[in-house]
């Protein structure tokens, strides 16, 4: 099982940054799909959720509005638009892939700062 994030990096307030997660090693398509964001010394932050047909996506208050969560069951992808992002939204973001508490698979991350 592998999830391989990317698309991190560092941007300006106000800006847009695109993540992707790629997977690979189980059935992508029947899968829950989540974006998580860790800051040093607290706890993984759930950011976005999207269920296995596209059809049902959740968000933390805190990025309503600013990001959506995609994903490509045809390319074992799942993406995260950002836009509008602020300086309080630099983490790294981790990507998850859940279908029970056994079958619950992470990536290792990739950095996001918006910083000026």
């Known amino acids: 099982v592998q999830l391989e994030e990317s698309g991190g990096g560092l941007v300006q307030p106000g800006g847009s940054l695109r993540l992707s997660c790629a997977a690979s090693g189980f059935t992508f398509s029947l899968y829950l799909m989540s974006w998580y964001r860790q800051v040093p010394g607290k706890e993984r932050e759930l950011v976005a959720s999207?269920?296995?047909?596209?059809?049902?996506?959740d968000y933390a208050d805190s990025v309503k509005g600013r990001f959506t969560i995609s994903r490509d069951n045809a390319k074992n992808t799942v993406y995260l638009q950002m836009s509008s992002l602020k300086p309080e939204d630099t983490a790294k973001y981790y990507c998850n892939a859940r279908m029970s508490q056994i079958l619950d698979y992470w990536g290792q991350g990739t950095q996001v700062t918006v910083s000026s």
């Open positions: 999207i269920n296995s047909f596209g059809s049902i996506r």
